[in-house]
């Protein structure tokens, strides 16, 4: 079935310097690769998205990358904050049809003042 | 507010006892999924209703159920309750585009 597979599962930063977290995905069918910020205690909530027509997309301080042919999309975070800290979680689904959101298993990401 | 709500937040019972978890999707999403969250775990898919009808279904045990109603709320059910069944379920719903919208979850604890 589909897979997610996420690295690092932990990953500590100082502040202002930059975090990636990358991710690969086996159903090749997979055309929709959000990213979900989840602090502690709390839901997750979606920080950004990316669909299989794009190779990469930005909003302020967060990018997303894809490379569908070598299903492999990664989350790059730059001038990193200590509200950052949080765990990050990748995933992808099919938009139509089964929309099964298949998480990776999650990145725990530490900003260090 | 994601506009997703889950009932009860927190639930304690005994290992053996069935328990029911209630959401209610943002108005106007059809679909609803379920995951379970383990302590320091990532989320597991257990399975996703449309519009009333079961849509996929992923790791959900057979001591599990779901239904999606017509006012399209959905009901997660529990029984034969274990130890390791505590954990925090999470309902979302989605329009259909792709984003999922999660609610706060309803934590289990099973003793």
């Known amino acids: 079935g589909e897979n997610v597979e996420q690295h690092p599962s932990t990953l500590s930063v100082q502040e202002g310097d930059s975090a990636v977290i990358k991710c690969t995905y086996s159903?090749?069918?997979?055309?929709?690769f959000p990213w979900y910020k989840q602090e502690l205690g709390k839901r997750p909530q979606l920080i950004i998205d990316?669909?299989?027509?794009?190779g990469e997309k930005k909003d302020q301080r967060i990018a997303v990358t894809l490379n569908k042919t070598a299903k492999h999309f990664s989350l790059h975070i730059t001038e990193t904050q200590p509200e950052d800290s949080a765990v990050y979680f990748c995933a992808a689904s099919r938009v139509q049809g089964a929309q099964k959101l298949v998480f990776g298993q999650g990145t725990r990401l530490t900003i260090n003042p | 507010d994601s506009g997703v709500t889950q009932t009860p937040k927190h639930l304690i019972t005994a290992t053996g006892q069935r328990v029911t978890l209630r959401c209610s999707p943002r108005?106007?999403?059809?679909?609803v999924y379920w995951y379970q969250q383990s302590l320091d775990q990532g989320l597991q898919f257990l399975i996703q209703y449309y519009n009333g009808e079961e849509r996929a279904k992923g790791n959900i045990l057979e001591r599990f159920s779901a239904q999606q109603f017509p006012d399209l709320h959905s009901e997660l059910n529990l029984s034969s309750l274990e130890l390791g069944d505590s954990a925090l379920y999470f309902c979302?719903?989605?329009?259909?585009?792709?984003?999922?919208?999660f609610g706060e979850g309803s934590r289990l604890t099973v003793l």
């Open positions: 108005s106007g999403d059809l679909s």
């Open positions: 979302a719903s989605s329009l259909g585009t792709g984003e999922l919208f």
């Open positions: 990316i669909r299989s027509n794009v």
């Open positions: 159903d090749s069918a997979s055309n929709y």
